[in-house]
């Protein structure tokens, strides 16, 4: 890491200028948290980072557990960028669970959507493309190459261990939304009716699931869990969700970090002497929070890779850039 002072104008990868350079070849290592290595969820490089570096205060590891002991979904409401999401990628990273489902919840979203698809179109497509080639095959085409498991579908189906499903931004939802997922939270169970009406020779039928992993066999068209998923519920806290569902979550609320649990999440993406040279910025960050900013504690660690990385800009445009990352996120604390 540079020391103050050894900013230079080097870090200028783009120039503006108009000619043509090899500028890419001076820079750096991304931060921790910005690698990619091609790989797709939880094993990714970047997801692995964040679910190795988060750290749970005491009230957050107490809740995760009473859920866990209650088999109860977890609810968790907290503002933007205060770990909500990736609290779940740091259960199933320590408690060496399968990758995290992830279901990202929009306005248009149904309980469908989170159980499974059934593909009627390209089904009747590939039959009527069969009949053309072939022309007129016995039997329809296999069903289950139709039906594909959603990230809820996949979570309930039977395994000894269960998996950790994140069912991000419920707020985001349709009104209807939370009292549809009732009865799946508390029974464990849905059913296919495409399947269930399948003749007895078709009684097993082998279906596609949302981690792209290999076809699972679902009977008579029922998934029925034997492990209720470990189930994380996230909210910005931007609306109320009815008492029946309320009643069948366990509730978290993630208060911003202060500043110990700040200097620890620093270490743990950048390493002590980092944490050693973070005060100031640190001190910058609280005080513009408590003045009713909106900050996320990733814009701190941005802040601070730019203050402490081998490519660290030059003193005078440091304050400035630091300035410009620390802006809150909302129009009320810009101030």
């Known amino acids: 890491m540079s020391a103050p002072g050894e900013g230079h104008d080097d870090w200028l990868v783009y120039r503006g200028a108009g000619a043509p350079h090899d500028g890419m070849a001076r820079l750096p290592e991304p931060p921790p948290w910005r690698r990619f290595d091609g790989v797709e969820g939880d094993r990714s490089a970047?997801?692995?980072?964040?679910?190795?570096?988060?750290?749970?205060?005491?009230?957050?590891?107490?809740m995760v557990?009473?859920?866990?002991?209650?088999?109860?979904?977890?609810?968790?409401?907290?503002?933007?960028?205060?770990?909500?999401?990736?609290?779940?990628?740091?259960?199933?990273?320590?408690?060496?669970?399968?990758?995290?489902l992830h279901w990202s919840i929009t306005s248009r979203a149904r309980l469908e959507d989170g159980l499974y698809k059934y593909d009627a179109i390209g089904r009747l497509h590939e039959t009527s493309l069969r009949r053309e080639s072939m022309g007129d095959p016995p039997g329809a085409p296999d069903i289950g190459r139709y039906i594909h498991l959603g990230p809820l579908g996949t979570a309930l189906l039977p395994r000894e261990r269960p998996r950790v499903l994140?069912?991000?931004?419920?707020?985001?939802?349709?009104?209807?939304?939370?009292?549809d997922l009732l009865n799946v939270f508390e029974e464990g169970t849905f059913a296919i009716p495409e399947l269930e009406r399948l003749?007895?020779?078709?009684?097993?039928?082998?279906?596609?699931?949302?981690?792209?992993?290999?076809?699972?066999?679902?009977?008579?068209?029922?998934?029925?869990?034997?492990?209720?998923?470990?189930?994380?519920?996230?909210?910005?806290?931007?609306?109320?969700?009815?008492?029946?569902?309320?009643?069948?979550?366990?509730?978290?609320?993630?208060?911003?970090?202060?500043?110990?649990?700040?200097?620890?999440?620093?270490?743990?993406?950048?390493g002590p002497e980092a944490r050693e040279s973070s005060a100031e910025i640190i001190r910058m960050f609280l005080e513009r929070r408590r003045r009713g900013g909106d900050l996320a504690t990733d814009q701190l660690l941005n802040a601070l890779y730019l203050a402490?990385?081998?490519s660290r800009p030059p003193d005078r445009t440091l304050p400035e850039l630091i300035e410009s990352i620390l802006h809150p996120l909302d129009a009320a604390g810009s101030g």
């Open 65 to 100: 557990n009473v859920a866990l002991h209650l088999r109860r979904p977890l609810l968790v409401t907290g503002k933007p960028g205060t770990g909500k999401s990736t609290l779940a990628h740091n259960v199933a990273y320590e408690l060496g669970l399968d990758p995290v």
């Open 46 to 62: 970047g997801v692995r980072e964040r679910a190795m570096t988060y750290r749970a205060d005491p009230q957050v590891i107490t």
């Open 308 to 310: 402490t990385s081998g």
């Open 166 to 179: 994140l069912i991000d931004e419920l707020d985001k939802s349709d009104i209807d939304l939370p009292n």
């Open 199 to 270: 003749p007895e020779d078709q009684s097993t039928v082998h279906v596609m699931t949302a981690d792209a992993g290999p076809r699972v066999p679902v009977d008579r068209g029922r998934v029925r869990c034997t492990a209720f998923p470990v189930v994380i519920i996230t909210s910005n806290g931007e609306r109320d969700f009815p008492p029946a569902f309320l009643r069948r979550c366990v509730r978290l609320t993630i208060e911003p970090p202060g500043s110990e649990q700040l200097a620890d999440i620093v270490e743990a993406h950048l």
